[in-house]
């Protein structure tokens, strides 16, 4: 078969490359994502321009593209992407119809834990769930070997009420993003201390070196995962659990923290291992490919 | 086709019936669960007592079988079964030995959740929950139009944690279970004013008449499940969520107040509407039989 080509959209890059049968990311390529309207016409510009520059002498056999938001995958819709400023952007007829090839069109976060599950950290196992922490929290959810969808509304992990009383930006509050992601590690770092730190490994850094200000950020924010994670395996009940995205990053600091605080809230669950993503942040770009793979009818 | 017979298990009653092609229960036979020990024989015994009563003169052609706790569906295992003090119980292969016919086996809620899709509360829904809110909370989750099954563990939101400091019998704290069932509410108004209650429906009657304790419970009740729900929907994004058991069955003093409280907790979230569940407690009974009819292979 001829080459797929992959393209992860997000807020500030535009990430893109080939992805092989065995789910390898080779020719990467980043780009800034240019300023965007409701349509999305410079960023589909840009997707387009990028795929002209991936692709061989032949038109690709398929492209597929992930977008943060919610995405209807069926339709190949962007229902609503905040980070685009995007609203029922049709791109997947708009694609398909500029590149002269299918289109498959996937949700970031999903698409990243179809690459963990099928290529990556959770390889081989039917019930699993791919937790980014990063700018948000989210969750790629896959139950009895099917990633869940929902018309593009499951795995919203981020926003279950953790029980604090910190506004989120989403409108709620007590939601386990406005505590746990990497961001709000950061800035709740940097507002207790006035120190200026750049992301959360600066805060792990400090953790390491015992900083209490850190520990008792990183802690915070440890027990609300494990209270946001204990409710997703009451739920979904996974087998594995990858976390991935900045806080990921910081692994021996948070996967077995974490699993021992998830495993003391959990009775007569079945008890999740917790272990670090492995495709980093080139899990959408692989699982962009796979969606493409899967819809030139490889599979 | 020959008809199926279907066997619901419950810890106090074992319900069964004949139920056709269209998901009508007919037939319909209740008897008392025998004691039961570890390895469920007095109880597979009294399984098969009923069907010899309710098949006709040729071998039913399927038998579907559904009971609590932890079932693991694909094997026909009773994993753990509280009520029925089961622990892995080869529930399929001893019946279908002993019946001559083959034997599906299905989790009672799970099953009830699948009547509701198919032929009840949720017909003709994608995404769907159906929750039925009695002697504990449980939800059977429909996903892109497949029951989550998770090996058996999945949709316990009676245990997810909504932040509260009563323990529950599953040996954790906070559980939805301990402050919202049909028993806590029932317990917990008992508790209050010492008044004799037997059952939520007294409590729902006294909140009718104005009983300001009554109300209480009542709103915590509520308050705890809108919570417990909401995470639900962040999770799997349901549109229509059926509430069912004890508490289902006063109706106008759930589904409206429920359905705001829900509301008030949901910013970018898919708003799933709030209905009664249609098959009362027959739902297991029914979804037992589509399970048999399934298998029969007539779907």
Chains 1, 2 share one sequence.
């Not at 946001?228 to 395996?233: D, E, I, N």
Request: aromatic residues 2%.
């Amino acid at each position: 078969m001829s080459e797929v080509i992959a393209v992860d959209v997000g807020g500030t890059s535009i990430k893109s490359g080939v992805v092989d049968r065995a789910g390898r990311l080779s020719r990467e390529h980043r780009a800034e994502t240019p300023p965007t309207g409701a349509d999305g016409a410079a960023v589909l510009d840009a997707v387009v321009g990028v795929v002209e520059k991936l692709r061989g002498p032949h038109p690709p056999a398929a492209v597929g593209v992930v977008v943060p938001g919610v995405v209807d995958e069926n339709a190949g819709v962007a229902v609503m992407s905040e980070n685009l400023a995007w609203h029922d952007v049709p791109v997947g007829a708009v694609l398909a119809e500029r590149l002269g090839c299918p289109v498959a069109v996937g949700h970031d976060v999903r698409a990243g834990g179809l690459a963990e599950q099928r290529v990556g950290a959770c390889r081989g196992v039917a019930n699993a769930a791919f937790v980014p922490v990063g700018t948000g929290i989210a969750a790629a959810l896959v139950v009895d070997g099917v990633l869940c969808r929902g018309d593009g509304y499951a795995g919203e992990v981020g926003h279950i009420d953790v029980g604090h009383d910190l506004p989120c930006a989403c409108g709620g509050q007590g939601c386990l993003e406005a505590i746990a992601s990497a961001a709000a590690v950061t800035r709740r770092y940097a507002q207790r201390t006035g120190a200026g730190v750049s992301g959360s490994r600066d805060v792990a850094d400090r953790v390491r070196l015992g900083d209490a200000v850190a520990v008792e950020v990183w802690d915070e924010a440890l027990d609300a995962l494990a209270r946001g994670l204990a409710s997703l395996v009451g739920l979904v009940a996974p087998e594995v659990i990858a976390i991935g995205g900045g806080l990921g990053e910081s692994g021996e600091l948070v996967i077995e923290p974490l699993e021992r605080r998830l495993r003391s809230r959990l009775t007569f669950h079945r008890v999740p291992r917790l272990v670090p993503a492995q495709l980093g942040d080139g899990a959408g770009c692989v699982g962009a490919g796979l969606l493409a793979r899967d819809l030139a009818g490889e599979r």
